[in-house]
């Protein structure tokens, strides 16, 4: 007689001895033996089922990239119209990241000046992806068409430039944030590095090339310690992995300038900040908590020192990125080949006067007339960096660069288009 073990647990291994001889073990080996033939087939379609699941999640994260809907003769004329230019000796540009907070501002710009723009966005949910929508409304209303589709989307691109001579393009669009790319590395590499190339294959090979300006970053300096920073300075010390698929971009360009004759010109920004923002960066998340009455974290340096940054608003990188395009020179190529050199440039565009984030916090105060619960904390190693600070001359010799919006007067206005967007302008107390 098995014991109440065996008779509980018939297939527990060890447990079952099949030599015994006796008749109803015999029967119980039949049994187990069945029920293992059962179980392997019960793993094996297990496996075929994740597999299969994992395949279609697969094929749906590329699709998050490719959904858009794009294509037909409406579209079409949508898109020809946008690009129409309304001033004599304009430009249309293809301006990539253009429901994006930077993307917006120089759209605007552009299509204010009587330039033909074609935005492109995907629209991903790296934030609130209400905002973007809400600044692709801003860009309807003001003729400019934003395209919904991603950069990797080599047939896209390749139909937009067939339908429209692009004479610039304004590459905005990358994963953004420094501290995000410690949680998802992979979006880094999708945007900031294949998607750059799947864009400058087809600029290569449109007839006409257009001429290429891109944001990159101040965070290419890095571990650099020599203020201010300077476009010579060293940039082989990336502190975070935004920061190296930036550098990474400049060595890209430069590659597409150097074989195919692309005009190149690579922008520095230096933390951009202004109303239209995006709600992942300090002074906007700052902001939104200081009015919910939830704490703030600001991190503090080695010794005990403030962070700072060269905060730059966004006013004046836009008249950066408008002067980046009106110098920047042809490109020369025709047919993927290439005629001639062309210009290969890079700039700073700062503000030139860095503020500790605790100032910066002091300021926010005073416009929100709320008192910020400040819990300060050491900078955990996250890939920041302990302070930026912009040599502009290149820019202000090149293009007349020349910021003129101090923090105080820059986050005024960013208080007061947050407190009207976000509908606090009735509220009691915070006018
Ligand atoms: O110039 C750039 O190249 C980059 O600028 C921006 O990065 P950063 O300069 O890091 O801006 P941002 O996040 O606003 O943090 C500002 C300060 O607040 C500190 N900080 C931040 C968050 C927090 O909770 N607490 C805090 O103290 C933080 O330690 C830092 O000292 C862009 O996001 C980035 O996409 C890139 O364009």
């Not at 994260?61 to 690009?83: H, L, P």
């Not at 067939?162 to 501290?179: E, I, K, P, S, Y």
């Not at 020369?332 to 290439?338: A, E």
Request: charged share 20%; aromatic share 12%.
């Amino acid at each position: 007689m098995p014991s109440l073990e065996e008779e509980l647990f018939p297939s527990t291994p060890g447990k079952f001895k099949i030599d015994r001889g006796h008749s109803m073990n015999r029967q119980f080996h039949r049994c187990f033996a069945s029920t293992s033939t059962m179980f392997l087939w019960a793993l094996f379609l297990i496996a075929l089922t994740v597999s299969y699941l994992s395949f279609q999640s697969f094929v749906d994260s590329g699709s998050r990239y490719f959904s858009a809907s794009w294509g037909g003769i409406q579209w079409e004329k949508q898109v020809r119209n946008s690009a129409q230019i309304h001033r004599s000796g304009g430009m249309s540009v293809l301006v990539t990241g253009a429901a994006g907070f930077v993307g917006t501002h120089v759209s605007l710009a552009l299509k204010k000046r009587g330039d033909g723009v074609v935005g492109l966005d995907n629209f991903n949910n790296y934030y609130d992806p209400s905002l973007k929508r809400a600044r692709k409304s801003l860009l309807n209303s003001h003729g400019v068409l934003v395209v919904e589709g991603d950069l990797n989307d080599g047939k896209l691109l390749a139909k937009l430039f067939d339908m429209v001579a692009f004479t610039h393009v304004m590459h905005l669009a990358a994963q953004a944030g420094v501290r995000y790319a410690m949680e998802n590395p992979n979006s880094y590499v999708h945007s900031n590095i294949a998607g750059l190339v799947s864009l400058l294959e087809v600029c290569k090979s449109a007839n006409p090339q257009p001429a290429v300006v891109w944001a990159s970053s101040s965070s290419v300096y890095g571990l650099n310690d020599k203020v201010p920073f300077s476009e010579a300075d060293r940039t082989d010390q990336p502190a975070s992995l935004y920061a190296a698929t930036k550098k990474a971009g400049e060595e890209i360009t430069h590659t597409y300038n150097h074989i195919y004759g692309l005009s190149i010109t690579g922008l520095r920004f230096f933390t951009v900040y202004g109303p239209w923002g995006r709600p992942d960066m300090a002074y906007f998340s700052f902001t939104r908590n200081i009015l919910q009455g939830k704490p703030i974290t600001i991190y503090r340096g080695k010794n005990r020192a403030d962070l700072a940054r060269d905060f730059t608003y966004i006013d004046d990188i836009v008249k950066g990125c408008l002067g980046s395009l009106d110098t920047s020179g042809k490109s020369t190529g025709t047919g993927g080949k290439k005629k001639g050199n062309a210009p290969y440039r890079i700039f700073n565009l700062g503000n030139t006067s860095p503020v500790k984030v605790p100032v910066l916090v002091n300021i926010l105060e005073r416009h929100l007339k709320v008192k910020a619960k400040r819990n300060i904390v050491d900078m955990p190693g996250n890939g920041d960096v302990p302070f930026t600070h912009a040599n502009i001359s290149h820019a202000q010799r090149e293009f007349g660069y020349k910021p003129t919006t101090d923090l105080q007067t820059g986050l005024k206005k960013f208080v007061r288009w947050y407190l009207s967007y976000y509908g606090y302008n009735n509220r009691k107390g915070l006018q």
